[in-house]
C-alpha cells in the first residue's frame, strides 16, 4: 500500500483529494494537514476519510519526519516552501506533488498536465507542479493550433466561486456575485504566464467569477497564419486527444453543467469563420477535478510508477 500525505486537506480541493484518495485500491492516506481543523476528525468534512483519522497541525519538520512515499500540497500561492526545502533535506525520494504555482516557472520541477506534454516525463519523477485550473483548460483549447497560429490566442474564462479558496473575499461571497458577474487579475493573471510559458506561444486571457460554486468554461479565440478547413481543425484535436480517457470532444460548445463534477474536461464548438483564418473553440472542466485534484492525482501515480487510471476500490 502505498501512503500519502496531505498538507491542506481543509480547502476544497483538499476535500476532493481525500475522496479521490479512499477509492484507490493501492493508496491510502497517512496523515492531514490543517492548522484550522487541528483535532477533528477527518471524516467530519470528508465521509470518505479514514475512519479514526484527526487533521493535524504539522510543521515541515514534522511533516518530513512523517512515514509516507508521497506529499500533496494543497495550500494557496506562496507557502509551499518550507515543506518542500525540509522534506528535500530529510527524505530526497519522496514525491512531491504542488498544486500552487509556486513551481509552474521552475526548470527543476515537471510540469503535469499528461494529455499535452507526455507522460514519461512524469513517471517517476520527484517534484511535479500541477497546472492551474484555467490553464489546463486553456492549454487544451489553444495547443492542438499552435503551429499554425498567427498572434496571441484571447481566452475568456468564467468559473465558479469555489475557484476563490475558502478564505472569505468578494469573489466568492454569495451576496456579492448575486446577479453578477465579477472580472478580476485585468493585466498579468499568473495563468495568462503559465500559459504563453507551457504553450509556447503567447495567449491573452480574461478571467471572471459567477455565482455558481464549480466548474470553468472557457472560449478560446485563435487567428491562424493561413486558411484552415473544418475537417483539419476537427482533425487537430481528434489526433491530440482522441485516446485520452479524460477528454471528450464534441461537436457544440460545451457549458458549464458539463465541466462540473466531471472527472475530466470537454471540447466543442469548432466554430471557423468562412475564409477559415480564425477558429473557436470552448473547455469545460471542473476546477476542482480536473483542473486541481483529479490532475494531481494523475500526477502522482505517474511520479510513484502505479496506474494513472487503477480500478477503484469496492
Known amino acids: 500500500m502505498t501512503t500519502i500525505g496531505l498538507v491542506g486537506a481543509r480547502g476544497h480541493t483538499g476535500r476532493e483529494l481525500i475522496r479521490l484518495l479512499a477509492e484507490r485500491s493501492d493508496m491510502s492516506l497517512a496523515f492531514a494537514v490543517s492548522r484550522a481543523m487541528d483535532g477533528q476528525p477527518v471524516t467530519d468534512m470528508a465521509p470518505e476519510g479514514p475512519a479514526g483519522m484527526l487533521f493535524e497541525a504539522l510543521s515541515p519538520e514534522a511533516v518530513a519526519q512523517r ?103 468578494r469573489r466568492n461571497d454569495v451576496e456579492a456575485l448575486k446577479d453578477n458577474l465579477i472580472p478580476y487579475a485585468l493585466m498579468g493573471h499568473i495563468h495568462e504566464r503559465e500559459m504563453s510559458r507551457h504553450l509556447g506561444h503567447e495567449v491573452r486571457f480574461s478571467p471572471h467569477v459567477a455565482a455558481y460554486f464549480r466548474g470553468i468554461v472557457l472560449t478560446a479565440q485563435m487567428e491562424f497564419s493561413r486558411p484552415v478547413s473544418a475537417a483539419e481543425f476537427r482533425q487537430a484535436y481528434e489526433t491530440a486527444y482522441g485516446d485520452e480517457p479524460l477528454i471528450r470532444l464534441q461537436d457544440e460548445a460545451p457549458e458549464v453543467i458539463e465541466g462540473a463534477n466531471n472527472l475530466g474536461a470537454v471540447l466543442g464548438g ?7 483564418r480564425r477558429g473557436v473553440m470552448v473547455c469545460a472542466l471542473d476546477n476542482l477535478l480536473k483542473g486541481a485534484a483529479v490532475q494531481a492525482m494523475q500526477n502522482l501515480c505517474l511520479g510513484l510508477s502505479l496506474p494513472e487510471f487503477a480500478e477503484r476500490r469496492d
Open 67 to 169: 512515514q509516507c512515499d508521497a506529499v500533496i500540497l494543497a495550500m494557496p500561492n506562496g507557502q509551499a516552501a518550507p515543506y518542500v526545502a525540509t522534506i528535500e533535506a530529510v527524505k530526497p525520494d519522496t514525491v512531491i506533488v504542488d498544486l500552487s504555482a509556486d513551481y509552474r516557472f521552475d526548470e527543476n520541477w515537471v510540469y503535469g498536465l499528461p494529455e499535452l506534454y507526455g507522460r514519461d516525463e512524469i513517471k517517476g519523477a520527484k517534484r511535479i507542479s500541477n497546472p492551474g485550473c484555467y490553464a489546463t483548460a486553456g492549454q487544451f483549447a489553444v495547443a492542438p493550433m499552435r503551429e499554425v497560429m498567427d498572434g496571441p490566442a484571447h481566452l475568456f474564462g468564467v468559473s465558479g466561486y469555489s475557484g476563490a479558496g475558502t478564505t472569505p473575499n
Open 270 to 276: 469548432f466554430a471557423l469563420s468562412e475564409d477559415g
